[in-house]
């Protein structure tokens, strides 16, 4: 069984940053793919970056050149680095890990664990 805990979200004014930790624990593997997904009230979840088992990067358009994820296998974190944020931004993001076979990187769906989610709010 895997669990992940989401920490650092916040309230930020536009433009400002925030960074995002996922701690990973139990039965964990290094290889895992991992991902960060948002879900504003009233829309649908979506993915936001992920990392895959193999090193590749993906990121959603709307974030590109703003955020950054990472990954620190040693402490099992997962980290989503946000510049610039913009109040769309505003959302509950969650961390996920472990891509289901046949996944996508950044499917809604796709994957096994979740956490329990962290809010970030973006005044204008």
């Known amino acids: 069984q895997v669990h992940l805990v989401e920490s650092g979200g916040g309230s930020v004014q536009a433009g400002g940053s925030l960074i995002l930790s996922c701690k990973l624990s139990g039965n964990t593997e290094t290889h895992y793919s991992m991902a960060w997904f948002r879900q504003a009230p009233g829309k649908e979840r979506e993915g936001v970056a992920a990392?895959?088992?193999?090193?590749?990067?993906v990121y959603a358009d709307s974030v590109k050149g703003r955020f950054t994820i990472s990954k620190d296998n040693a402490k099992n974190t997962l980290y989503l680095q946000m510049n610039n944020l913009k109040p769309e931004d505003t959302a509950m993001y969650y961390c996920?890990?472990?891509?289901?076979?046949?996944?996508?990187?950044?499917?809604?769906?796709?994957?096994?664990?979740w956490g329990q989610g962290t809010q970030v709010t973006v005044s204008s």
């Open positions: 996920a890990a472990g891509l289901k076979a046949r996944g996508g990187l950044l499917g809604p769906l796709d994957y096994i664990n």
């Open positions: 990392f895959g088992s193999i090193g590749v990067i």
